[in-house]
């Protein structure tokens, strides 16, 4: 497993317009206590939409994890954005962003819409910004913050005037899909080549499961790839299969646990 990002290659967000090419060959991640994901074969071209479907405990956001290069797997070979996987992890961090991912990227249910989005853009200034950006004056970055936010709740469909008290709302008085386009719009906000999105489906209605997919196919078709983790993919998507293996559910709560602490 990498966490850290130690490697220099000039790969920022937002550097290329297309989305990341993903390929993997017999790719695999094992933990302490056995295999979180084993045999994962698919090949997904720029802008596609990939929806990892499988069982609780099949190590679906493990894969999810070592696709964005937040987690190094232990087997198999797999490229991503031009980038071999295993060998340059932190490049493939730099043009993917993570939707939410329970224990990792996870919204903080006390901040409001409006306090999670200021923090983004203040970090999205802090380390994606180039130095010409920094220079300018305050009120020329206030509006180049806003513009990116507007950009981005506007790809993720959320109508912040609808919400109970607009921006104002808290986390926790979110409903779930109102959360999923509140995490897909921080996501976008670095400008990734590819996002990466947990539990897609989990407790959603038929209609609001619709609407989330609608979501991130739009997101596919602007040009961004799209990794979804899901109880059931949809038609059209590129579906992965996760599949218990012998302590699967073990190997994967372990290598989860180590991401989360880092």
Same mark, same amino acid.
Do not use: N, Q, Y
């Given at each position: 497993?990498?966490?850290?990002? @130690?490697?220099?290659? $000039?790969?920022?967000?937002?550097?290329?317009?297309?989305?990341?090419?993903?390929?993997?060959?017999? &790719?695999? &991640?094992?933990?302490? @206590?056995?295999?979180?994901?084993?045999?994962?074969?698919? $090949?997904? *071209?720029?802008?596609?939409?990939?929806?990892?479907? *499988?069982?609780?405990?099949?190590?679906?956001?493990?894969?999810?994890?070592?696709?964005?290069?937040?987690?190094?797997?232990?087997?198999?070979?797999?490229?991503?954005?031009?980038?071999?996987?295993r060998k340059k992890p932190a490049a493939v961090r730099r043009f993917s962003s993570l939707g939410p991912v329970p224990g990792v990227s996870e919204l903080d249910p006390a901040l409001t819409v409006a306090e999670h989005l200021r923090e983004r853009a203040l970090l999205q200034r802090r380390y994606n910004g180039s130095l010409r950006a920094l220079l300018r004056p305050r009120a020329e970055r206030t509006a180049a913050a806003r513009a990116?936010?507007?950009?981005?709740?506007?790809?993720?469909?959320?109508?912040?005037?609808?919400?109970?008290?607009?921006?104002?709302?808290?986390?926790? $008085? &979110?409903?779930?899909?109102?959360?999923? @386009?509140?995490?897909?719009?921080?996501?976008?906000m670095d400008g990734p080549r590819l996002l990466a999105v947990d539990d897609a489906d989990l407790k959603l209605s038929d209609a609001e499961r619709a609407d989330a997919w609608k979501l991130?196919?739009?997101?596919?078709?602007? *040009?961004?790839?799209?990794?979804?983790?899901c109880g059931q993919a949809p038609e059209g998507a590129i579906t992965v299969r996760t599949r218990l293996h012998s302590r699967t559910k073990e190997g994967a709560a372990d290598a989860l646990a180590e991401t989360g602490r880092a």
């Open positions: 497993m990498d966490t850290g990002d @130690r490697e220099t290659e $000039d790969s920022g967000h937002g550097e290329d317009p297309h989305g990341a090419a993903v390929a993997a060959a017999g &790719l695999g &991640l094992r933990g302490p @206590r056995g295999w979180a994901f084993r045999d994962v074969r698919f $090949d997904a *071209g720029p802008g596609a939409l990939v929806a990892v479907e *499988g069982p609780s405990g099949s190590g679906r956001t493990c894969l999810l994890l070592a696709l964005t290069g937040r987690m190094r797997p232990t087997e198999g070979e797999a490229e991503v954005g031009g980038f071999p996987l990116r936010i507007e950009a981005a709740l506007d790809a993720a469909g959320l109508d912040t005037g609808a919400l109970p008290k607009a921006e104002r709302t808290s986390v926790r $008085d &979110l409903e779930r899909l109102e959360a999923l @386009r509140l995490s897909v719009a921080l996501a976008l991130l196919r739009s997101v596919a078709d602007s *040009g961004v790839t799209t990794l979804a983790v």
